[in-house]
Every structure is written in structure tokens, then in C-alpha cells.
């Protein structure tokens, strides 16, 4: 059982998420703009866009976007939660699942056509991380034994030293969980390549702020979980994370965006090839 | 200034529509996005939807085919917003003005805010039309000219 402390940091951790995320996302059009060998915007750009969107007159396409709006930042601060209060990867896999399908949901019940296309894309683009993910964490329980957070932190060696090409693997359903090129197919954050808006099209004023804010925890969690990796020492583990999240935004300005085809093909070939032959390896070894 | 105020200052989301304009000024336009300008630097992105867009730019002379596709723009873009009529074409028809198709400026179907003539404009004109729409969106009396 956990104490108070370790509760109310747990709490605020997983609060903390959006935060962080929008920090992130701050650096991210940053570093872009520097790569592109511009100045760029100011690094608090990202809150100052979700308070315009929040402050707009209300213009919401049909009763139920409010709802899944909310339920989508609110399935990603549980999802952020259960990964702060150290359960089970599985379910937080799950959780994020139900915020992605909220989301799509939310796009499908406007009548766009571009909404729609662009619902189907983020299908498409969980069905592309989702197994990967699911392949990596049968990875993390056949090394760890167990499925949960705590059951990483109480393993005592590095992940990293014992499964280095799940995170490899990892790595591409981060730059697609980011919704970076080029896996960016359901709806790119810079208006670089876009129909219209992709998945977003139909959200305005607040459903889009609250969608923006949930994106930026769904990120900071997936960098929690990637963290996990070099569980022993945290700090270590965060400076992994840190830069996973630098290799997708030199991957965003290096490649224009594939199909989804090609997403597929990629995440899944690569990923599940990648794994298994971690796996494999250390079967061989003894280890599993 | 409130927060909500300072935000909307400084997020400005671009919807950029031709309304058959020479392609001069959609290229001023595309260049105040390049490096050398860098309007994101004041928050300023070009976006392709509506729903989310805080300024409509409008290049080109209105005209009757295309005048229900600028309304509709416009009326898909929740308040508080804004309209920048970019180039002479826009801002009074241009050499086009007495065509038979032609209605005139862009102001005969939208309110416009600002208005940049210029055949074409320069982006430093642009971003100079942008600032004093911010003044606009500030409450504060916008100054006399560009």
C-alpha cells in the first residue's frame, strides 16, 4: 500500500501531464522553427493557443462533441493516473484506446467529409501503434513478470540493458502517437500537409482546446511509460524519454508524410520483427 | 489586459482564401510564412479550417460565383474574428472592377476590417495589415493607416 505523500504526488503527477506536455510541445514548434532556420514562436505558444480557442464563441457541430471532448482529456488524465499510481501497463493501453476512440467518435458524428476521412486515418493509426505497443509491454512481462508499473520499478536492472529493441520499436509508435511525419496521417499539428484538418476538422473553440490539452497528456504519459525503461535511476530514464522525443522532431522536419499503407507496413514489419527478435535472443540466452 | 485578452493577441490563426485573385498576392502571402518573415514567431499559423481560424485573408476580386463560397467562410468562423482584404483586387476590385462577374472588393459580401492595397502587396504590408487588426481585436481604436 502506498502512503498519503506518495498519493498526493502520484495526484499531481498525473495532473501534472498536461503541463508537461505543453511544455514539450512548446520546444517542439521551437526546435522546428530552429530547424527550419527560423525564430519561431514563444515557448508558452501552446497555452496561449488553447485560452484563444477556450475564449471563442462556442460553435459546436452537434450535442455529443462536448461529451467526448471531455471524455477523451478525461480517459488521458486516467490513463496518466493509473501509469503514476504504478498499475498495469495493459489497462493504461486500454484507457488511452477508449480517449482515441472517443476522439474518432467525435470526428464521425459531424457530418464532413473530411472529418470522416480523417476519423478513418486515426483509426488507421491506432491499429498501426496499438499492437506494437501491446507486443512491447508481452515483452516487458516476459522479463519482469508482471504487466505493472511497479513491477518494472521492483525488477532493479535497466530495461533498456535487456530489451534495447523494444524501444526501438517504441520509438515508432511514439512519432505516431505525436502525430509526427511521417507518420502523421490523421491529422498533423502544422498546417504543412492537411485536408483541411484532418481528424480535428470539425472541433472548434473549446472541444478543440479540451482535444489539444488531451493530446498533450496522452504524450507526456506515453514519455512516462517509455521513461520506464531505465527505471533505476529516474532521471536517466527521463533524459531516455527526452530524447526519443527529439528523434521524432528530427524525423518531423527530415521526412514528408508516407500513406497509411505505408505507416502499416512500417510499424508493423519493424516493430514486430524488432521485438520478437529481442525475445528470441533472449530465449536463446536463458533469460526468458 | 486580461489573460484570455493576451491570448488571443498572441495566437492569431490564419484562413487564407483566393477568391480568383492572380496568385501575386497568395504568394506575398505564402512568404510572410517563410524564414525570412516568420509570422509563427507572433503566433500567427496558417490554418485550413474555419472553425478554427481567427482572421479570414482574402485575396482577389468577389465575384458571383464565388461570392457564396467567401459568406459561407465567413460564417463558419466563430467569433471574434476578423477580415483582411489583401491587394487592390481585394480591397476594391482592381483592375477588374468593371468586369460583368465581378461585384467589386470583398467587402460587398464580408465586413472587412482591413484593407492593404498594394498590386501586389509586400509582406511587410501584410504583417503591418495583421498588427493593426490586432489593435482591432485590443478594443482599441485602429490608427488611420497602413
Known sequence: MMDAASTLISIGLALATPLIGGVLSGIDSKLTARMQERVGPP???????????????????????????????????????LV??????????????????????????????????????????????????????????????????????????????VIPAAL?????????????????????????????RGVYTELSGYTMALVEVGHW???????????????????????IALAMFLVSLVADNSYPRLTWQRMLKTTWALGFILILLNIAALAVGGVV | MSL??????????????DCGSCNGCDIEVLAALTPKFDVERFGIVNIGDPKQADVLVVT???NRRNQRVLRNLYEQMPEPKLVIAV????????????????????????????????????????????????????????????
Open chain 2, 60 to 62: 482577389g476580386p468577389a
Open chain 1, 84 to 161: 503514476t499510481f504504478r498499475q498495469d501497463l495493459l489497462l493504461v493501453l486500454f484507457v488511452t484506446a477508449l480517449a482515441d476512440v472517443c476522439l474518432t467518435v467525435a470526428a464521425l458524428s459531424a457530418k464532413s467529409p473530411y472529418s470522416y476521412l480523417g476519423a478513418r486515418r486515426e483509426f488507421l493509426s491506432m491499429l498501426s501503434y496499438e499492437p506494437v505497443m501491446l507486443l512491447a509491454y508481452v515483452a516487458i512481462f516476459l522479463v519482469t513478470g508482471s504487466f505493472t508499473v511497479q513491477g518494472v520499478l521492483d525488477y532493479g536492472r535497466p530495461l533498456l540493458l
Open chain 2, 87 to 146: 491587394g487592390t483586387c481585394a480591397s476594391t476590385g482592381g483592375v477588374f472592377h468593371n468586369c460583368p462577374n465581378v461585384l467589386g472588393g470583398v467587402d460587398k459580401v464580408v465586413p472587412v476590417d482591413v484593407y492593404v492595397p498594394g498590386c501586389a502587396v509586400r509582406p511587410e504590408q501584410i504583417i503591418d495589415a495583421v498588427v493593426l487588426a490586432l489593435d482591432k481585436l485590443a478594443g482599441k481604436a485602429p490608427k488611420e493607416e497602413a
Open chain 1, 168 to 196: 526501438v520499436a517504441l520509438q515508432l509508435v511514439l512519432v505516431v502517437e505525436m502525430k509526427k511525419s511521417p507518420f502523421d496521417v490523421s491529422g498533423s499539428g502544422h498546417a504543412h500537409q492537411e485536408l483541411v
Open chain 1, 43 to 81: 515557448l508558452l505558444q501552446p497555452f496561449y493557443d488553447v485560452i484563444k480557442l477556450w475564449a471563442k464563441k462556442p460553435m459546436i457541430a452537434n450535442r455529443i462533441q462536448p461529451v467526448l471532448a471531455f471524455g477523451y482529456l478525461g480517459f488521458a488524465l486516467v490513463a496518466a493516473g
Open chain 2, 4 to 17: 484570455v485578452q493576451k491570448a488571443r493577441l498572441k495566437s492569431l490563426w490564419v484562413l487564407h482564401f
Open chain 1, 217 to 239: 497528456a496522452k504524450v507526456a504519459t506515453t514519455l512516462m511509460i517509455l521513461s520506464l525503461f531505465w527505471a533505476p535511476n529516474q532521471l536517466v530514464g527521463a533524459a
